[in-house]
């Protein structure tokens, strides 16, 4: 052990206080929401069009977009880190793993 007990711990992580602003907990949570809804209503339509020969909808384009939105995320998390001079190590509590051999 290193000579902090249980209670010293749980004091320093109710101390902590919040890890991002409120607005930017919100708009993270409000275009989670929306891309949600965007989806689900983009899937009833795709699963509801009518005609002669069923054509498997072009998948592609919306996977690539939905990728490239979660990175736009990361970065929108990564920003919100770094205004509050933390890592993402801090945040997730365990070493990432670098492709640096330093």
Known sequence: ???TSNSD??????NRGL???IWHTV????ILLIV???GA???SELSTSEGIVHQPPAVTPLYLSLIVFEWLLVGFVWIGLRRRG???QDLIGK???TFNRN
Do not use: S, Y
């Open 9 to 14: 711990l749980n004091t320093q992580k109710n």
């Open 86 to 88: 933390m890592r993402v």
């Open 95 to 97: 070493k990432v793993v």
């Open 19 to 21: 890890l991002a602003p």
């Open 41 to 43: 209503h983009l899937q």
């Open 1 to 3: 052990m290193n000579g």
């Open 27 to 30: 708009l993270l949570v409000f």
């Open 36 to 38: 949600a809804i965007g």
